[in-house]
Nanobody, 114 residues
Framework: VQLQASGGGLVQPGGSLRLSCKAS????????MGWYRQAPGKERELVAR???????EYAGSVEDRFTISRHNAKNTVDLQMDMLKPEDTAVYYC?????????WGQGTQVTVSS
């Protein structure tokens, strides 16, 4: 399985960005696709994820501003990020959790700054 992420960039506070990720390869059974982020000097943390059965999970800091969506047939996951804050600045990583294996895409930089 390979993950290809796109999106990210520089945006002003209060702005929006959309991240997209596509998984290639065979994916069967219960699995989760989502996004993690890592800011300088901090540990990687879950931002949001969605299962192939539709269940979602968000970090408390983003749940009112970010929306994750998934297209199972296309093996894609999108993260719509609204009302972005400077503290959202980080490298964002697409993730596929297909037990017992975690797959990671290349990171994409999101910078929120005026």
């Amino acid at each position: 399985v390979q993950l290809q992420a796109s999106g990210g960039g520089l945006v002003q506070p209060g702005g929006s960005l959309r991240l997209s990720c596509k998984a290639s390869g065979s994916i069967f059974g219960l699995n989760f696709m989502g996004w993690y982020r890592q800011a300088p000097g901090k540990e990687r943390e879950l931002v949001a994820r969605v299962s192939n059965r539709g269940g979602t999970e968000y970090a408390g800091s983003v749940e009112d501003r970010f929306t994750i969506s998934r297209h199972n047939a296309k093996n894609t996951v999108d993260l719509q990020m609204d009302m972005l804050k400077p503290e959202d600045t980080a490298v964002y990583y697409c993730n596929l959790n297909l037990p017992p294996t975690n797959y990671w895409g290349q990171g994409t930089q999101v910078t929120v700054s005026s």
